[in-house]
């Protein structure tokens, strides 16, 4: 359920000079009001959004955009709280909605009340004004929990102050959005990180996520097929007359060409590589060209092909491959083969609960996150180091930067100033092929 946030002051020097590598211009900026994709306008709101230079402020946690001014009709994304987008002058109805439906850019229908305004001068607009760095492997700074700390919500009842609602464990991870400084319980001055929810953690029992480059590649001057490297003990073996004798170890991550070539010895399968060495199958996550493709490959579509034994996965322009990665880790439970088509991009999912994304830890505000038919998340894990695990529900996790390649990949593009875009059934071309 989306929930507004409530108002504050803003008195803190920044969360960023204290903990992240950002300043306070960076976190506090306000929305610069920059161009909105083209797209296909609502009839009633098309004139008045080419002119009329007014915007719509976000106050909620997942803020719908509808695609008819009326509560009941589809919802086609929605907005973070703090987001600014370009709105009709005035409302283009009042149905269900007394504070006016405007239309939006490039399409759809916000009502004004409370998960959006008109006044934006309202504080939660200051507060949350970051806008997401779409060109980074995060879309936020994030930061980890190193010991089990008070989740704290302002005070109603007292001006600059909060109070303690629960607890946030160990190890959990959220993007920061702001800071506060302001009087706990007991009247201490506290140093507080803001989260996209509107709720604080204490500064001192944080520390700073930090993002490992992907092992992925574009495939421009490489051919398949390749192999990543997925286990730390991986050995290259040279292949004699008394069989194959190690060589060197392979770094994890590390990338190699396999030449095709391949022998099983004692049921041990090796696969060649270009430079006349061996590699243990079990050691590496080959990553083979596609030889038959089906019916859904049609010109230059953008798909995704992801093998659900070894992790690895292919982004496809057609028939031609252009980038190859390893996931992090699997679905536990095998999801049904075949295509599935893409409902869903998240800049981070603002609707799926922690509990939902891991057993062990709180992960709030699930980056790059794909949505597909039958329940499948692709996403980006920045809590993960391994590559190719098993046991993470209906999950596949990628590095950010790699998961960020699929995002920009697959499917229409998020419209500038929404946080998520739901597609409609004739938007599902995007997809990926499960084998």
Not at 123 to 135: D, F, G, H, I
Not at 201 to 227: D, F, N, Q, W, Y
Not at 262 to 269: A, P, T, Y
Request: aromatic share 6%.
């Amino acid at each position: 359920m989306s929930r507004s946030v409530n108002p504050w002051a803003v008195q803190a020097c920044l969360l960023a000079g204290l903990l992240l590598p950002l300043g306070c211009d960076q976190l506090f900026k306000g929305e610069k009001g920059p161009g909105l994709a083209r797209g296909t306008d609502q009839p009633e709101a098309g004139e008045a959004l080419r002119s009329s230079g007014f915007k719509l402020g976000a106050l909620g946690n997942a803020t719908p955009i509808r695609a008819r001014a009326d509560r009941e009709s589809p919802r086609l994304g929605y907005l973070r709280a703090g987001a600014q987008i370009e709105r009709s002058a005035e409302p283009v109805g009042r149905l269900g909605c007394p504070g006016g439906w405007y239309g939006v850019r490039p399409r759809g229908f916000v009502c004004a009340g409370e998960l959006a305004t008109t006044e934006l001068s309202h504080p939660t607009l200051k507060v949350m004004s970051e806008s997401p760095q779409l060109n980074q492997p995060l879309p936020f700074s994030y930061a980890r929990v190193r010991v089990t700390t008070e989740l704290f919500a302002r005070d109603p009842k007292q001006e600059d102050s909060v109070h303690e609602i629960g607890q946030m464990r160990r190890q959990s991870t959220f993007a920061v959005v702001g800071s506060w400084q302001a009087l706990d319980e007991e009247d201490q001055r506290a140093r507080l990180a803001l989260l996209t929810s509107g709720q604080f953690v204490r500064i001192e029992s944080l520390v700073p996520v930090k993002v490992t480059p992907g092992p992925g590649v574009e495939l421009a001057g490489l051919e398949l097929p390749l192999a990543f490297v997925t286990h730390s003990d991986a050995k290259s073996y040279r292949l004699g007359d008394d069989g194959f004798a190690p060589v060197a170890p392979l770094g994890e991550r590390s990338l190699l060409g396999l030449s095709g070539r391949q022998k099983l010895v004692d049921s041990e399968r090796y696969l060649a590589t270009r430079d006349e060495l061996w590699v243990r199958e079990r050691d590496v996550s080959a990553v083979r060209r596609r030889n038959d493709f089906g019916s859904f490959v049609k010109g230059s579509l953008h798909w995704a092909d992801l093998d659900l034994t070894t992790g690895a996965l292919v982004l496809y322009a057609g028939e031609t491959p252009v980038f190859a990665t390893v996931a992090l880790s699997l679905p536990d439970k095998r999801p049904e083969l075949g295509p599935h088509l893409l409902t869903c991009k998240h800049i981070t999912n603002q609707e799926l609960t922690p509990s939902q994304v891991s057993g062990q830890r709180e992960i709030h505000d699930l980056a790059w996150t794909l949505e597909l038919e039958g329940g499948l998340l692709v996403h980006a894990a920045w809590w993960m180091d391994g590559l190719a695990r098993h046991g993470e529900g209906n999950r596949v996790a990628l590095a950010p930067s790699d998961a960020k390649r699929a995002f920009d990949w697959l499917g229409p593009a998020v419209p500038q100033g929404w946080h998520a875009l739901e597609l409609t059934r004739d938007e599902r071309s995007a997809l990926i092929a499960l084998h």
